[in-house]
């Protein structure tokens, strides 16, 4: 790689990094694991840097990037032989907004992969429907179908969370 072009990537992964590493830390509920993955995603995007700089959409590349190596993550033997439980906090009990935030983690972690990355990109990130299907290289009836299967099991796994419509 050229210097003008490896200057042009380092700016582009130092503007992008925290962005890429709360994107990861909502698809794997995982602050170190959210690390490694974007860490992994941006070795790949350097490998690729050349091509993927002149395309019209980086961030988008990049994010279908990430959510490919959480994906692919997730189906290595590693990720199902080892879930590291994190220590619980010796800290006074959380505010209702903590808990609530924190039900809801726990519940998306109980998602199948492919479901918590439809919800996180369309819900969190703020992606549509036809977004969603490029980012994760599917149909838009599959990522429709993907939500659907996703907000009915968070509905089972959170019998008692009201939304804001209620």
Not at 100 to 107: F, Q, V
Not at 144 to 161: C, G, V, W
Request: with cysteine; aromatic share 10%.
């Amino acid at each position: 790689m050229r210097a003008d072009e490896e200057r042009a990537f380092t700016e582009y992964a130092q503007g992008r990094v925290l962005e890429l590493r709360r994107t990861a830390y909502r698809l794997c509920g995982d602050w170190d694991q959210a690390h490694d993955l974007t860490q992994t995603a941006l070795i790949r995007l350097y490998r690729h840097w050349t091509r993927v700089a002149q395309t019209d959409s980086p961030d988008a590349y990049v994010r279908r990037m990430l959510v490919n190596v959480f994906l692919d993550h997730r189906q290595s033997w590693w990720s199902r032989r080892v879930r590291p439980f994190p220590e619980p906090p010796d800290t006074p009990a959380p505010s209702e907004d903590v808990a609530d935030r924190l039900d809801l983690m726990a519940a998306l972690a109980r998602l199948a992969p492919g479901q918590r990355a439809v919800i996180v990109l369309r819900f969190w990130e703020g992606m549509d429907v036809a977004e969603t299907a490029r980012t994760l290289g599917c149909s838009p009836g599959t990522v429709k179908s993907q939500t659907s299967y996703a907000i009915a099991a968070l509905r089972r796994l959170l019998p008692n969370y009201v939304g804001e419509a209620a």
